[in-house]
């Protein structure tokens, strides 16, 4: 078998082992679980097995003998699975935060660690550069690190989906007097007033760049509420054809 029939036949039985699992009727495993709950469980185990053997068959085969187009489809695919499985990680916080018996489980948190390993994940499927100004000591803020992460995610992962494609992504955290500010900007379209005062509003979906599949629309109101919790703010700044910062605030542990 050829290379490309190896990419085509290796992709082909990862998708239809994703799919059987999903058309699988599995809601009697989870009865205590909520059904939107369940399914992002459902979707998030298969589509991780897409985006982790794509990355194993793009490891395996030798790019020096695929052809651009070829490349392409393997960076699509893996991707857009990144992006998919981020969509069913925002159902879940979703799903969590709105359970009677939700908690936060609030510990001391440092924003420039999360930051870094959060931009280095995004980097491994983004075609934007993602840059992150994190000198100085650590900056400990005290929340849910499963939660803000979630939260660090989103806002970056929104900007290098929607950024122009020579644009860059600038991450910076700094200290205030009695918090933590954490500003993601790009250089990219903007938006309009009109559109920034949609974005915090659920299901609300614009189309991101080419080759990119859109997301649920929950991403910056789930962030939104993320923040919320943990007493800080959420503020969108853009100027259309002049790029876009968001600004998360949040307060600063003193321990």
Not at 52 to 65: I, R, V
């Amino acid at each position: 078998m050829d290379v490309v029939g190896a990419v085509i036949a290796g992709a082909a039985l990862i998708v239809g082992v994703a799919v059987g699992r999903l058309w699988k009727p599995r809601r009697h495993l989870h009865p205590e679980l909520p059904e939107h709950q369940v399914l992002a469980h459902e979707i998030r185990t298969p589509l991780s097995l897409v985006e982790g053997a794509t990355e194993l068959l793009a490891e395996t085969l030798d790019t020096e003998q695929l052809t651009p187009q070829q490349r392409k489809l393997l960076d699509t695919i893996r991707t857009n699975s990144v992006r998919a499985i981020g969509v069913a990680a925002t159902f879940l916080v979703s799903a969590r935060m709105r359970s009677d018996d939700f908690r936060p489980d609030l510990q001391p948190c440092d924003v420039r660690l999360l930051l870094r390993e959060t931009a280095q994940e995004l980097r491994e499927t983004s075609a934007i550069p993602i840059v992150v100004d994190d000198q100085g000591d650590p900056l400990h803020v005290h929340a849910d690190p499963v939660l803000l992460r979630h939260a660090l995610w989103n806002v970056i992962n929104n900007a290098a989906r929607y950024a122009a494609e020579t644009s860059d992504i600038r991450v910076h955290a700094r200290a205030g007097e009695n918090n933590v500010v954490i500003t993601v900007a790009d250089l990219g379209p903007g938006m309009s007033r009109q559109r920034c005062r949609s974005v915090f509003v659920p299901f609300e979906q614009y189309e991101p760049r080419a080759g990119l599949l859109s997301g649920a629309g929950l991403g910056m109101s789930i962030t939104r509420d993320i923040v919320n919790v943990h007493g800080g703010r959420l503020l969108v700044d853009s100027i259309a054809h002049h790029g876009t910062s968001v600004l998360l605030t949040l307060p600063r542990s003193r321990a």
